[in-house]
């Protein structure tokens, strides 16, 4: 048994009063439930008993829950969380590597350079982080303007306050000293910092990507 | 039921199996399927399914198609060309694996 447009519609309100919005997983949830609804209806169960049974069942994903790889402050649908990891646990790891390794090596491997290079470097860094830390800005305002939520627009939202890493590396601290000796927690904070960027380009192209993909849906 | 955690890490596996074999299906007739397939044993839960579909989309082996079927949309999953030659690895790799199981939890032995 197939439901009605104004069925569709309750369960649709039903994932609204849920604030899911998340246009690359709302598709799919939708017709799940629907599905379920109409399996339940099969068995000759009313539509609002078939609903209730269903909506119990789907509570448990819907449960705002939060993780270790995004922070404790940012929570959603334990369905969105899950599927963030999965997309995000790779960077995690690229973002650890980017801030240890630099650290490990320079302090293992002391670097000194030329006054006029040191100079250079720092003056370098200093321009290129200040474009960066624009690009991420651009991207935020972007991603907050289109209003669209998807699991990629959340990843974001949880990795914007890692920019500090770039302004404290290059905007505030120097990479090279006076004496020119690189200093390997600011080589560090600015490895970091640059794998934030990346983070954030890489996860708004997919944001575009699935707005892209699902606007017509 | 009581052994969900031991298929927990063969979903992915499971996933490209049933694609290879039904070219394309959706969300909800995967966990149907399974749930036919091993009389009730093996239940995939929604929030299980959809992170791990949309992880092997995003690792390029499957492909989506979305259409509208009675009044309302459905997302379909099919095989990409490296879908089907990573299935095909997957399975060798999940072969491999139950026999070592078979070998440790039934060994047999011999006086050769």
């Not at chain 1, 539509?47 to 449960?63: G, L, P, S, V, Y």
């Not at chain 1, 590597?97 to 720092?122: E, Q, R, S």
């Not at chain 1, 991603?143 to 974001?156: A, D, E, P, R």
């Not at chain 2, 095989?79 to 070998?103: I, R, S, V």
Request: include cysteine.
């Amino acid at each position: 048994m197939e439901l009605t447009t104004q069925q569709i519609h309750k369960v649709e309100e039903y994932l609204n009063s849920k604030n899911f919005g998340f246009i690359d997983l709302r598709v799919e949830i939708l017709d799940h439930i629907i599905s379920d609804i109409e399996n339940f209806m099969q068995k000759n169960i009313s539509f609002e008993n078939a609903f209730a049974m269903t909506r119990i069942r789907w509570e448990k994903h819907f449960r705002e829950t939060s993780s270790f790889y995004f922070g404790m402050f940012f929570s959603e649908s334990k369905i969105v969380v899950k599927k963030a990891i999965k997309q995000f646990r790779s960077f995690y790891f690229l973002y650890l590597t980017a801030y240890i390794l630099p650290v490990l090596i320079f302090k293992l491997f002391p670097v000194n350079a030329t006054v006029g290079f040191a100079n250079f470097v720092n003056g370098f860094l200093l321009s290129f982080s200040a474009v960066m830390v624009c690009y991420v800005v651009y991207i935020f305002i972007k991603t907050i303007v289109s209003k669209q939520k998807t699991t990629f627009s959340f990843i974001l939202k949880t990795q914007y306050f890692g920019i500090i890493f770039l302004i404290l590396g290059a905007v505030l601290g120097t990479v090279f000293n006076e004496e020119g000796e690189l200093n390997p927690i600011f080589t560090g904070f600015v490895s970091a910092g640059f794998a934030v960027v990346f983070i954030c380009h890489y996860f708004f192209k997919k944001h575009q990507e699935a707005i892209q993909k699902y606007k017509i849906s | 039921m009581g052994n969900q955690k031991l298929y927990k890490g063969s979903l992915q596996t499971i996933i490209l199996k049933l694609l290879e074999s039904n070219d394309k299906m959706y969300g909800y007739e995967i966990t149907q399927h399974v749930k036919e397939l091993t009389k009730g044993e093996l239940q995939i839960t929604e929030g299980a399914l959809y992170p791990a579909l949309h992880k092997l989309e995003a690792d390029g082996l499957l492909d989506v198609e979305v259409a509208k079927v009675g009044n309302r949309l459905r997302k379909y999953y099919k095989l990409t060309e490296n879908g089907t030659k990573e299935t095909a690895n997957k399975l060798a790799e999940m072969q491999e694996f139950l026999k070592t199981m078979q070998h440790l939890v039934n060994p047999k032995f011999s006086l050769e």
